[in-house]
């Protein structure tokens, strides 16, 4: 591939994605894509794949793959978007890998065989008739994967591929990429903000500058170290919010999405959940958030909680909306289905709106948090056209912006560069020495040494909530 000024700019926004883009990648290299969040990785990495147009926006200077446009060259392109969900296509797990080898025309006999291979090399933990549906995002991150793989493409394409996966699975997945590049017939270009994980498996370091430019970095380059918030662990306070053998299953479904579970928040301290993919963590979020009912046992809430309520003896999952929104904040896995107006303030104003807040509090609190950031600049933006990052760190603000009692957040800290990572993390410090209750789905290694008071472990072990 060959870029020379490159640059681009969406039809949505008076500032560019990203600019002054010069980059030369050889047949069967292996680079990793580093830089800010916001730089444009995810957009160069769309505009590779020839999935940016005149319709989507301006191009700025030349970008070639293989001496062709890059739309030219896309049937020999495959990409792994940051969103498993937006390529998604089928409703079985098999079919969907399928679906590109059927597109590329390869013989139905060899279709399945390439299937079963791409499944197993990703360490996809069912088979062809898994419903897609029914998958945590760590599952269908591996499945998209598979299907990328499947097809041996020229240049592969892989935004963050790891983000969602348990550090077993992410091990796993890398393993099965270093394979798959291993002939050096497929050139890889990958996106990872977990920059050191990569570096056995690629040849060099380029750096997006948010300013606009490259830097390649040389033999020895190792991400700067995390900056962590100093923080005392407090006495558990009044216990918030307490699930008792509460467990889900899907409507037409066997197995259970959680099993029967057991945990107590308490004010004034952080509770990770982890454990690997497709163990419940998400779901045991939307139940702690009160945004799903559990088809098995109860979660309640304390005193503190319930004061005020026309009705304190309802289960939270019956509560209004205004009542919850000034009582439990919630960080979807996913931020893009949260988001509900057309621009970054009027999104951080909406929760302090519906809760009772004035219109000069409301819009304050917005600036405020968009200040601290680092998305001033994008006041007017459309939560929809942001970075992967920038819509994570939108989706922690608005969780805030009403300075609830609970927070239940999943996977917070996913896109984030080091700077904005320790932004979040210190913010998330002062909410718990606030002596507000923290609940963190995460992979987040980091996060959990950093923040978590407790610790809860889904998965086929018994479960049980260990002091960090």
Same mark, same amino acid.
């Given at each position: ?6 640059g ?5 926004r008076?500032a ?17 894509l580093t830089?800010?969040?916001?730089a ?18 301006e191009?700025a200077?030349?970008?070639?793959v ?13 990409i792994?978007?940051?969103?498993p ?13 399928a679906f ?12 399945w ?11 996809f933990?069912? &088979? *062809?008739?898994? $419903?897609t549906?029914a998958?945590? !995002?760590?599952? %269908?991150?591996? +499945?998209? =994967?598979?299907g /990328?793989?499947?097809?041996r ?5 892989l ?9 077993d ?7 099965a ?9 497929t050139?890889?270009l ?7 994980a ?7 370091v380029?750096?997006?500058?948010p ?8 033999p ?5 170290p ?28 066997t ?8 945990v107590?928040?308490p004010? &004034? *301290?952080?509770? $990770?959940?982890?454990?690997?993919? !497709?163990?419940? %963590?998400s779901t +045991?979020? =939307?139940?702690? /958030? ?7 046992g109860?979660?309640t ?5 319930t ?10 999952h019956?509560?209004r ?19 509900l107006?057309g ?9 302090p ?8 509090a ?6 405020e ?14 939560p ?32 984030q560069?080091r700077d904005?990572w ?5 913010l ?9 209750a923290?609940?963190?789905v ?27």
């Amino acid at each position: 591939m060959r870029l020379t000024g490159w640059g681009f700019r969406y039809a949505s926004r008076h500032a560019w994605a990203a600019r002054a883009v010069d980059l030369r990648v050889q047949p069967g290299e292996r680079v990793l894509l580093t830089g800010a969040s916001g730089a444009g990785k995810s957009t160069l990495l769309h505009a590779l794949a020839g999935l940016l147009g005149e319709e989507q926006g301006e191009q700025a200077g030349e970008l070639a793959v293989a001496g062709r446009t890059a739309s030219e060259a896309r049937s020999g392109t495959a990409i792994v978007f940051q969103d498993p969900d937006a390529q998604l296509v089928m409703t079985r797990a098999g079919d969907d890998v399928a679906f590109g080898l059927e597109n590329a025309g390869l013989p139905a006999d060899r279709i399945w065989p390439a299937v079963d291979a791409a499944l197993a090399a990703v360490g996809f933990p069912y &088979g *062809r008739d898994r $419903a897609t549906a029914a998958l945590s !995002g760590g599952q %269908k991150q591996r +499945l998209v =994967l598979a299907g /990328a793989l499947a097809g041996r493409p020229g240049l592969l394409l892989l935004d963050e591929p790891t983000a969602q996966l348990d550090p077993d699975g992410a091990a796993i997945v890398r393993a099965a990429v270093d394979r798959a590049v291993a002939d050096r017939a497929t050139t890889l270009l990958v996106v990872d903000h977990d920059a050191g994980a990569w570096l056995p498996l690629v040849d060099r370091v380029v750096e997006l500058l948010p300013g606009g430019g490259a830097v390649e970095h040389g033999p020895g380059w190792a991400p700067a170290p995390l900056r962590v918030p100093v923080r005392t662990s407090r006495a558990a306070g009044e216990v918030l919010l307490r699930a008792e053998a509460a467990g889900f299953t899907h409507r037409g479904g066997t197995a259970p999405a959680l099993p029967p579970t057991d945990v107590a928040v308490p004010a &004034g *301290r952080t509770l $990770a959940v982890t454990g690997p993919n !497709g163990a419940g %963590k998400s779901t +045991l979020a =939307l139940l702690l /958030a009160a945004l799903r009912g559990p088809t098995t046992g109860r979660v309640t809430a304390g005193p503190s909680l319930t004061a005020g309520l026309p009705r304190p003896a309802r289960p939270p999952h019956r509560w209004r909306a205004d009542h919850l929104v000034r009582r439990i904040g919630t960080v979807f896995q996913h931020p893009e289905h949260q988001f509900l107006t057309g621009r970054v303030r009027a999104e951080l104003a909406l929760g302090p709106l519906r809760s009772g807040a004035g219109d000069d509090a409301a819009h304050r609190r917005a600036d405020e948090l968009m200040e601290r950031l680092g998305l001033a600049a994008l006041a007017d933006a459309n939560p929809f056209t942001l970075s992967g990052g920038q819509q994570r760190r939108l989706s922690v603000a608005t969780a805030l912006a009403t300075a609830p009692s609970v927070l239940v957040l999943d996977e917070p800290t996913f896109g984030q560069d080091r700077d904005t990572w320790s932004e979040l993390v210190t913010l998330l410090a002062e909410q718990q020495e606030a002596g507000r209750a923290l609940v963190l789905v995460t992979h987040d290694a980091a996060v959990v040494s950093a923040l978590a008071d407790d610790v809860l472990r889904l998965g086929p072990a018994a479960q049980e909530v260990v002091t960090a």
